[in-house]
């Protein structure tokens, strides 16, 4: 049986139920994960309380990736949470296409101030480990990129792009629910426009 205690509250009168210490060892009852904000130089928008990652594939609610960027500093993809993200899933490799990474580089300059955020995401080099942040900060310079490129530390890339095909572009809704996986960039404004207004 479910008990509460009642707290009176003085101003005003109200009263607020909160559990007791047995009910959380009643089954069923879970307390909600607590998020933790990670301290970085990047937008940061708290999620709701009790957001629940649901998957990774259209509709679904993202996992909270947590990544390393090319400050060294944690990010955390719910950080975002508020925004359209548009992530880029890509490897070291590719960044001999830098004009390319300028121009979705300035997609975030240009919808930043609506609610939008890019982020790149770089996996493994090879199959041993992720780059590290001297790779990422070399990269991010070479190409004179302003947002965050981020290691992926808890490789989820092969969740993102199961078959390898660099880039793959993902954009994420305000609520963190995947609305579309591997767009093709000529699609993206518009599909970036039509998030923005909603």
Request: aromatic share 10%.
């Amino acid at each position: 049986m479910v008990t509460f205690l009642p707290i009176l509250l003085t101003a005003g009168c109200s009263i607020v139920l909160t559990p007791s210490a047995e009910d959380t060892a009643v089954p069923g009852f879970a307390p909600c994960p607590l998020w933790s904000a990670p301290y970085n130089r990047w937008p940061l928008q708290p999620p709701p309380d009790c957001l629940v990652a649901t998957g990774y594939t259209t509709g679904h609610v993202t996992p909270d990736m947590s990544m390393t960027d090319q400050f060294g500093d944690r990010v955390s993809l719910w950080q975002f949470y508020g925004d359209v993200v548009l992530i880029e899933v890509t490897d070291t490799w590719s960044g001999h296409l830098g004009g390319r990474w300028t121009a979705l580089d300035d997609i975030q300059s240009r919808y930043g101030d609506r609610g939008f955020q890019f982020l790149t995401l770089i996996v493994a080099g090879d199959v041993s480990s992720p780059p590290d942040v001297d790779d990422l900060r070399q990269w991010a310079s070479a190409l004179g990129v302003r947002t965050p490129v981020l290691a992926d530390d808890e490789r989820h890339g092969a969740e993102l792009a199961p078959n390898s095909a660099y880039p793959t572009h993902i954009l994420i809704d305000r609520r963190m629910r995947f609305r579309s996986i591997g767009v093709l960039e000529e699609n993206l404004e518009v599909a970036l426009g039509s998030m923005l207004n909603e």
